[in-house]
């Protein structure tokens, strides 16, 4: 899991962040969150999804007119994500018309190749493993 393109560990995480992160700030004393945050979680064999996790900019002014400067919300204090697997994701063929050099048209199949694992998978059935019974002699 990544926030703003930094590794941050793996999921589940937590991490303990200000109470101003997720309210309107009401004091100078009060810490808020000064720049957007993006989380982007990846995991191998399944998409990669992207969440904008605050809401902003948001303009800081005090009761006096003076200006404190811009600040994010975060939307929510628990984010879900579900991945999806990239096999149900890119299945069916694909197929493009490009030129070769000297014809006005080619086909060329661009179907996407098996997995390892169901090359592996379709292949166990076939696979022979000799077992020693007895010495013979």
């Not at 030129?99 to 199949?109: C, I, L, S, T």
Request: proline share 7%.
């Amino acid at each position: 899991m990544e926030i703003n393109g930094i590794s941050v560990g793996t999921t589940p995480y937590e991490e303990d962040v200000p109470g101003g992160y997720f309210h309107k700030t009401r004091t100078a004393l009060g810490r808020r969150l000064q720049h957007p945050m993006i989380a982007r979680i990846s995991l191998s064999g399944y998409s990669t999804r992207e969440l904008q996790m605050t809401e902003g900019p948001m303009n800081w002014v005090s009761l006096k007119g003076h200006n404190h400067g811009e600040y994010w919300l975060l939307k929510v204090n628990r984010f879900h994500v579900d991945l999806d697997p990239i096999s149900k994701m890119f299945i069916g063929t694909i197929n493009a018309d490009i030129p070769k050099p000297g014809e006005a048209q080619g086909r060329v199949d661009l179907s996407a190749e098996p997995s390892l694992e169901d090359v592996i998978e379709r292949a166990k059935p076939a696979v022979v493993s000799p077992k020693r019974i007895g010495q013979i002699g």
